[in-house]
Nanobody, 123 residues
Framework: EVQVAESGGGMVQAGGSLRLSCTASGLTFQNYAMGWFRQAPGKTREGVACITWDGGSTYYADSVKGRFTISRDNAKNTMSLQMNSLKPEDTAMYYC????????????????WGQGTQVTISS
């Protein structure tokens, strides 16, 4: 059984930082691209960042470029999202997902999903 789990969410003030982590089991982690999505109340879920299977390429939504950094450790089956200079508009439920390839414009191809971790940024 494939299991994907996020951790590290919480509440911080604007300008602060958080580091989200994602662990995956039951799959060959290094065979998958990994992505972060988020969903704010009343909005559709959107792609935030994605990293290829080997970590060689990363992709970011324009709204987070220069503030968020995605990384992975295939030896530990983990992926992280370092979020700096956080803004109130970053408030959302953040989801980790595994895919055959990176694509932020659509959830198509992301086969395995975690339950999400809440990030709340206060102004």
């Amino acid at each position: 059984e494939v299991q994907v789990a996020e951790s590290g969410g919480g509440m911080v003030q604007a300008g602060g930082s958080l580091r989200l982590s994602c662990t995956a089991s039951g799959l060959t982690f290094q065979n998958y691209a990994m992505g972060w999505f988020r969903q704010a109340p009343g909005k559709t879920r959107e792609g935030v960042a994605c990293i290829t299977w080997d970590g060689g390429s990363t992709y970011y939504a324009d709204s987070v470029k220069g503030r968020f950094t995605i990384s992975r450790d295939n030896a530990k089956n983990t992926m992280s999202l370092q979020m700096n200079s956080l803004k109130p508009e970053d408030t959302a439920m953040y989801y980790c997902a595994a895919a055959n390839f990176c694509r932020l414009s659509s959830e198509v191809g992301f086969r395995y999903w975690g339950q999400g971790t809440q990030v709340t940024i206060s102004s």
